[in-house]
């Protein structure tokens, strides 16, 4: 075995010897946890010092749970000198830098980020994202607006969600969970539509109107548009002639494109509508089926 010489152990010798300032990022092994300080190697001439306030902003950090020795830890120096001939550092500091770089690289990335609901606020939540207070206001903490008596019920959730924005001069931090919701109900959505077939008749609920035709409510999260044209037999100048909101009406389904069901309520005054049992649903080109879409994705599976 060759005998060790000085220049196996330049770059050890190069470290500890390397000018140490104010601002600086170091990264240290921890080597002993206490109730109050941290201890790194940081490979130099001295020992490293993180006291407990300076490791994290998260309310719920604890320094025995989360920080263990052998742990590896990147910091900035607050001083040279502690008054113990150590280098006091902060790892707050650090993740100012370091985290507001990863966290522009995801909000760059597009991606979703899993994250833990830490505690409710006035108008939304917070979670930390790479040890940065994100706000996740109430009306992006889920598909409807969350009212603030409800907002404690998300304290503990993990949620995925994308950066809406990430400032770091102003340490502003937004985040939104309901891009991920919406996703998902749109696929649950299609994938229930791809169930319901051209010439099914079924009842719903007159959700809004329009000027160019009214929009009805078939349950399961699922809406289609009756075209002012397919309302009656009549020419008439506003749904609102003929329909109010809430009201119940019987719908039969004409069309089926990109997800959007094109609905008729005129097609039912031209044609009788057959009506069927739950447990006997047949579809028929030339006839009419009728049931609820509730029965319909039943029998689907959802």
Known sequence: MPEETMNDFKDEIDRSF?????????????????????TLDLKYYTQGIIRVEDMSD??????????????EVSATVISTDDGNGN????????????????INELKEADSYIDVKVSEAVKAGCVAFLEGIRGFIPASKLDLQFVEEEDLPNYVGKSLKVKIITADKEANKLVLSAREYLKEQADARRAEMISNVEVGLVTEGVVESLQNYGAFVNLGNGMTGLVHISQICNQRIAHPSSVLKVGQKVKVKVTAIKDGKLSLSMKALEEIAATEITEEKIEYESDGEATTSMADLLRKAGF
């Open 87 to 102: 280098i006091l550092l902060s790892k707050k500091e650090a993740n100012q830098v370091l985290s507001w770089d990863k």
């Open 58 to 71: 998260d309310p719920k950090f604890s320094v025995h749970r989360d920080v263990h020795v052998g742990d």
């Open 18 to 38: 390397r000018k140490v300032k104010e601002g600086d990022i170091l990264e240290g092994t921890v080597i002993d946890v206490s109730d109050t300080e941290i």
